[in-house]
């Protein structure tokens, strides 16, 4: 049998057994570099949001990290990632995100928070599971509160956005890819199916709950685009 092991900081090495499971041998060693880098560490952070809901994130740090000291901190999510705990990042460019084990060796906090979504109010769950984590970080005393930005791509980058509008909490962002406006995004059509996107905005990811001329508001009030005005953040 062959297998792969991994972790924040073991890469995805081949092992190699038999039925017995009795011995392992590793097969390969992929990255002999890696143990002349400084690395990182991963921990599991938990917190509840505005709503009481329990939450769990991932907060990576520098190898050497000093809670005595003051750190800049990039904020990313998309939906849920605190099963990737375990996963082992690399010393890689990724097309669309940030690769927190990069940031995090360079002397970054990157923090990734579980988001709990209610049907009709995408943005204001972002906003009510991320910002009480990022406030519990800081009370921890490690955060340089003038040096925290964020960052997210499509679904992400909408919520970059639309967070934007309503603090100015962070020193920069960067929103990728973003949706923001879901009242001309409605009608539009998918690249390759050639579906409309109709259906993604009333009951799949944007979990608006129903058809724009139902919830007109919801539509609104859930799009950045309507509150540039109140933007701040250098974007």
């Given at each position: 049998?062959?297998?792969?092991?991994?972790?924040h900081?073991?890469?995805?090495?081949i092992?190699?057994t038999?039925?017995t499971?009795?011995?392992?041998?590793?097969?390969?060693?992929?990255?002999?570099?890696?143990?002349?880098?400084?690395?990182s560490?991963?921990?599991?952070?938990?917190?509840?949001s505005?709503?009481g809901?329990?939450?769990?994130?991932?907060?990576?740090?520098p190898?050497?990290?000093d809670?005595?000291?003051?750190?800049?901190?990039i904020?990313?999510?998309?939906?849920?990632?605190?099963d990737?705990?375990?996963?082992?990042?690399?010393?890689?460019?990724?097309?669309?995100?940030?690769?927190?084990?990069?940031y995090?060796?360079?002397g970054?906090?990157?923090?990734?928070?579980?988001i709990?979504?209610?049907?009709?109010y995408p943005?204001?769950?972002c906003?009510?599971?991320?910002?009480p984590g990022?406030t519990?970080?800081?009370?921890e005393g490690?955060?340089?509160?003038?040096?925290?930005g964020?960052?997210?791509?499509?679904w992400?980058?909408?919520q970059?956005?639309?967070?934007a509008?309503?603090t100015?909490?962070?020193?920069?962002?960067?929103?990728?890819?973003?949706?923001?406006?879901m009242?001309?995004?409605?009608?539009?059509?998918?690249?390759?199916?050639?579906?409309?996107?109709?259906?993604q905005?009333?009951?799949?990811?944007?979990?608006?709950?129903?058809?724009?001329w139902?919830?007109?508001?919801?539509?609104?009030?859930?799009?950045?685009?309507?509150?540039v005005?109140?933007?701040?953040t250098?974007m």
């Open positions: 049998l062959i297998y792969t092991v991994q972790s900081v073991l890469s995805p090495d092992q190699g038999d039925m499971f009795a011995k392992s041998t590793k097969l390969s060693d992929i990255n002999p570099q890696q143990k002349d880098k400084k690395w560490t991963v921990e599991m952070i938990n917190w509840s505005l709503d809901i329990p939450l769990e994130g991932l907060l990576y740090k190898e050497d990290f809670a005595t000291k003051e750190y800049p901190l904020v990313y999510f998309y939906e849920r990632n605190s990737n705990i375990h996963r082992y990042w690399g010393a890689t460019p990724i097309r669309s995100i940030i690769n927190p084990a990069f995090a060796s360079r970054y906090l990157v923090f990734i928070p579980d709990v979504y209610r049907d009709g943005g204001p769950s906003y009510n599971a991320v910002m990022v519990q970080l800081i009370n490690y955060v340089d509160i003038d040096h925290i964020m960052q997210g791509h499509s992400g980058g909408y970059t956005a639309y967070l509008t309503r100015n909490l962070f020193a920069c962002a960067e929103s990728g890819a973003p949706v923001a406006n009242t001309s995004a409605y009608g539009g059509i998918r690249w390759g199916s050639g579906l409309s996107r109709m259906f905005y009333e009951r799949t990811q944007s979990r608006l709950g129903g058809t724009l139902q919830y007109p508001m919801r539509y609104i009030e859930n799009s950045p685009i309507f509150f005005d109140r933007i701040n250098p």
